[in-house]
T-cell receptor, first 114, second 114 residues
Framework: KNQVEQSPQSLIILEGKNCTLQ??????????LRWYKQDTGRGPVSLTI?????NTKSNGRYTATLDADTKQSSLHITASQLSDSASYIC?????????????FGRGTSLIVHP | ETGVTQTPRHLVMGMTNKKSLKCEQH?????MYWYKQSAKKPLELMFV???????ENNSVPSRFSPECPNSSHLFLHLHTLQPEDSALYLC?????????????FGEGSRLTVL
């Protein structure tokens, strides 16, 4: 069964600090891994996407890494801002029968305090 | 603005009411989805429509009835719901033959069943 596990479940940091969120997965056949940001009361928005051959991808202060051998990914946030307070969801997609089949993690809830 | 619009954003209904959620996508995509998001749980896929044909019904109770009149509109008709159906209902769209199968989400409809 395809699964995506995220840690920590929640995280509180001070503004300006860095943090790293983790994602472990067992999804087959692997196609891509995406990190979404979901603000409270809003829909998820894609931050980064990585395929099997990519091991790092940046989007501003967000940097995602992928280790396809250990089936792990991380999302590193640099110099956090109050607007980074959100839920971060790791989504790993398999490709089968002409369709992408995403498996969602539970998300990590990040709170940035001033 | 993701190009996927959901209405209403908030809905409170009694268990005997009949209501509908609406989703419209302006991205020219050929696949649309309904997801349920409950607290502390991963997003749960409910229904998938490809080219307005339902291709997946993820064991959803019959009190949820989807309708897809064309490739840019999707409805979720609600009837005799239970309090445990209270959740955020997210609509998403994608281009089925894209390189990555990225999902574009609406802002969600927050449903409360009394």
């Amino acid at each position: 069964k395809n699964q995506v596990e995220q840690s920590p479940q929640s995280l509180i940091i001070l503004e300006g600090k860095n943090c790293t969120l983790q994602c472990n997965y067992t999804v087959s056949p692997f196609s891509n891994l995406r990190w979404y940001k979901q603000d409270t009361g809003r829909g998820p928005v894609s931050l980064t996407i990585m395929t099997f051959s990519e091991n790092t991808k940046s989007n501003g202060r967000y940097t995602a890494t992928l280790d396809a051998d250990t089936k792990q990914s991380s999302l590193h946030i640099t110099a956090s801002q109050l607007s980074d307070s959100a839920s971060y969801i790791c989504v790993v997609s398999a490709y089968s029968g002409g369709s992408y089949i995403p498996t969602f993690g539970r998300g990590t809830s990040l709170i940035v305090h001033p | 603005e993701t190009g996927v619009t959901q209405t209403p954003r908030h809905l409170v209904m009694g268990m005997t009411n009949k209501k509908s959620l609406k989703c419209e996508q302006h991205l020219g995509h050929n696949a649309m989805y309904w997801y349920k998001q409950s607290a502390k749980k991963p997003l749960e896929l409910m229904f998938v429509y490809n080219f307005k044909e339902q291709t997946e019904n993820n064991s959803v109770p019959s009190r949820f009835s989807p309708e897809c009149p064309n490739s840019s509109h999707l409805f979720l008709h609600l009837h005799t719901l239970q309090p445990e159906d209270s959740a955020l209902y997210l609509c998403a769209s994608s281009q089925r033959d894209s390189n990555t199968g990225e999902l574009f989400f609406g802002e969600g409809s927050r449903l409360t069943v009394l």
